[in-house]
């Protein structure tokens, strides 16, 4: 069974530019979450989809982060435009069912972004 | 709201000793409680699991108990190995959403 496939695995920009993630879930996992994983802590939720729709985003910071999952399947994370701030492990995981109480989550390598 | 403590490190141990790392988490209704492990370079795999209170998860040797007059998830192994040296996280999942704690660096020294 193939896992979560994130790309690409490292980044580097300036400040103000913008970048996009990539992540394509086990096929199947209907549930997919972005996180934000800052040197040193643990992962923060971003935003949570069920299939297509969003089902929670508070902690995603709006006026510059957005994400799609259009089709369902894979997701798309843009930050436009990048702080310094926003230097972090993006990660990506995916589930069968939302609350981890039968299904666990699979996380992908994730993508490393340095702003600078 | 619902979070997550757990105890920091980074812990140093030698091979075959007894590990412990403390969480405890705060959290509204019945929460099912994790244990992440992230080797260096790799993404975060689930450890172990466990779904309601007293239940005991355990996996590759490493067990927790979830504890909840104590709201506790301590994490336990007998007997360490170098291939241990990792990141553990503790997680819980309530109202459909994961906390994570901040995550204790393991080194296990021959």
């Known amino acids: 069974e193939a896992g979560v496939a994130q790309s690409p695995r490292y980044k580097i920009i300036e400040k103000r530019q913008s970048v996009a993630f990539w992540c394509n879930p086990i096929s199947g996992h209907a549930t997919l979450y972005w996180y934000q994983q800052i040197l040193g802590q643990g992962p923060k939720l971003l935003i949570q989809f069920q299939n297509n729709g969003v089902v929670d985003d508070s902690q995603l910071p709006k006026d510059r982060f957005s994400a799609e999952r259009l089709k369902g399947v894979d997701s798309t994370l843009k930050i436009q435009p990048a702080k310094l701030e926003d230097s972090a492990v993006y990660l990506c995981?995916?589930?069968?069912?939302?609350?981890?109480?039968?299904?666990?989550?699979?996380f992908g390598p994730g993508t490393r972004l340095t702003v600078t | 709201g619902n979070s997550v403590t757990q105890m920091e490190g980074p812990v140093t141990l030698s091979e075959e000793a007894f590990l412990t790392i403390n969480c405890t988490y705060t959290?509204?209704?019945?929460?099912?409680l994790f244990w992440y492990v992230q080797y260096p370079g790799e993404g975060l795999q689930l450890l172990l699991k466990a779904t309601k209170a007293d239940d005991k998860g355990s996996n590759k040797g490493f067990e927790a108990t979830y504890r909840k007059e104590t709201t506790s998830f301590h994490l336990e192994k007998g007997s360490v190995q170098v291939s241990d040296s990792a990141v553990y996280f503790c997680?819980?999942?309530?109202?459909?959403?994961?906390?994570f704690g901040t995550g204790t660096s393991l080194t296990v020294i021959p």
């Open positions: 959290a509204t209704g019945y929460p099912s």
């Open positions: 997680a819980l999942s309530g109202r459909n959403q994961f906390y």
């Open positions: 995981a995916s589930s069968l069912d939302p609350g981890g109480r039968v299904y666990e989550q699979y």
